[in-house]
């Protein structure tokens, strides 16, 4: 098991992280220095250089890097549609225990 | 204590549905929160009852769709609180009125009708409401310099830090002692517009210290009624008073038994810091 959960779920099983559109994106940076978690990658010899290193150490649900990007390069999953997979998943979990 | 009311009925004395307004309206003024108006003296001398108008909500119930009793109240530009219409009540339990007053247990079923929507509709503005708590108890534990605060009961939590506390069918939204500590002075307030409809984990505005900007996750879903406008000159009552005056959003809640699947209790909450603050460096 992961030690990472969100509500009980594994952190791993919830798509939940950054995503970049590099048409957009003008390699400003403003999104690792702003991200506190360490979910970005900056790699000076790769194209582009900016990664999404840790998709998982994004705190689900939190959209403030896609904030500070100016040229609006950075999205999100679904929020309602994260939130019903979160909650499908807790109820197959309780499910599961008590039939065991 | 239930406020004061008064009931200025229809005056349909010939037929069934005014009749109806008028055994309503008798038996609303059985309670001693309630003043009868009659529409007639109402119109010849509104003097009369300038007293009771200024000091209670006005109750219209009208007997048919000519509307005599809300058409009146109109004309003299009193402020209705409260209305309900005999005829719409009776076709929505598909009873037919007629016209000649008669005693039936219809007529009865539709008098009960009536008086259960003005007193259902007293309750809901009763709980649409926000009652502040006469006082909040803490629980906290300390991680290096840190005393860290959780309320004893009363709040729920996402595991974003943000905070709800229910009173009746409104809440009121704000972040924890966790992350008001972590930002330090909290410099800005950005709040969401009034009336916004919003999902639960949608965000409901942000905080921002010298360090960060924080964006508020709602715990719940809803519509926001109402936002701490205090703090527009005061955001350092989010330090200071995390869980109570500085709140920062009030709420109608859509379905909070529903939000609450997501969502920890207080002593949860604890339990969920104090391995939080353990495993990243504060």
């Given at each position: ?100 | ?80 609180n409260d209305k309900v219409n005999v005829s719409e009540v009776a076709k929505a339990l598909e009873i037919k009125l007629g016209v000649d007053i008669q005693e039936s247990d219809d007529n009865r079923a539709v008098v009960q009708a009536v008086l ?167």
């Amino acid at each position: 098991m992961s030690e990472s959960t969100f509500m009980g779920v594994e952190r791993d099983r919830i798509d939940w992280s950054p995503r970049i559109d590099f048409t957009k994106c003008n390699d400003c940076m403003d999104c690792v220095k702003f991200c506190p978690h360490q979910v970005f990658d900056v790699d000076e010899n790769a194209k582009p250089k900016l990664s999404v290193k840790n998709p998982n150490n994004c705190v689900v649900f939190c959209r403030a890097c896609a904030k500070t990007c100016g040229p609006d390069a950075i999205s999100f999953p679904d929020k309602p549609e994260t939130t019903k997979m979160i909650k499908a998943i807790r109820k197959a979990e309780k499910e599961a225990a008590k039939n065991e | 204590m239930s406020e004061l009311r008064c009931v200025l009925p229809c005056n349909g004395l010939d037929k069934c549905a005014g009749d109806l307004s008028r055994r309503a309206a008798l038996e609303l003024a059985q309670s001693e929160n309630a003043a009868l108006i009659c529409p007639v003296l109402l119109n010849q001398n509104r003097s009369r009852y300038e007293k009771v108008l200024a000091d209670a909500n006005l109750t219209v119930i009208d007997g048919c769709n000519t509307r005599c009793a809300s058409k009146l109240a109109g004309d003299l530009e009193l402020s209705i609180n409260d209305k309900v219409n005999v005829s719409e009540v009776a076709k929505a339990l598909e009873i037919k009125l007629g016209v000649d007053i008669q005693e039936s247990d219809d007529n009865r079923a539709v008098v009960q009708a009536v008086l259960a929507k003005i007193n259902s509709s007293a309750a809901d503005q009763a709980e649409s409401e926000f009652i502040e708590p006469e006082a909040v108890e803490y629980n906290s534990f300390s991680h290096g310099k840190f005393i860290f605060k959780v309320p004893q009961n009363n709040y729920f939590f996402n595991e974003n830090d943000c905070w709800v506390t229910v009173s009746g069918k409104m809440a009121r939204v704000g972040v924890s002692d966790y992350v008001q500590q972590n930002l330090s002075d909290i410099l800005y307030v950005d709040p969401p517009e009034i009336g916004d409809e919003f999902e639960q984990f949608d965000d409901l505005g942000s905080i921002e210290s010298s360090k960060a900007v924080f964006e508020i996750v709602s715990p719940v879903s809803g519509t926001v009624v109402a936002v701490n406008t205090s703090l527009n000159d005061a955001p350092e009552q989010v330090n200071e008073s995390p869980y109570e005056k500085g709140w920062l959003v009030e709420v109608k809640l859509r379905d909070f038994s529903e939000d609450q699947d997501l969502l920890h209790d207080c002593p949860a909450y604890f339990e969920f810091l104090q391995r939080k603050v353990t495993e990243i460096d504060v």
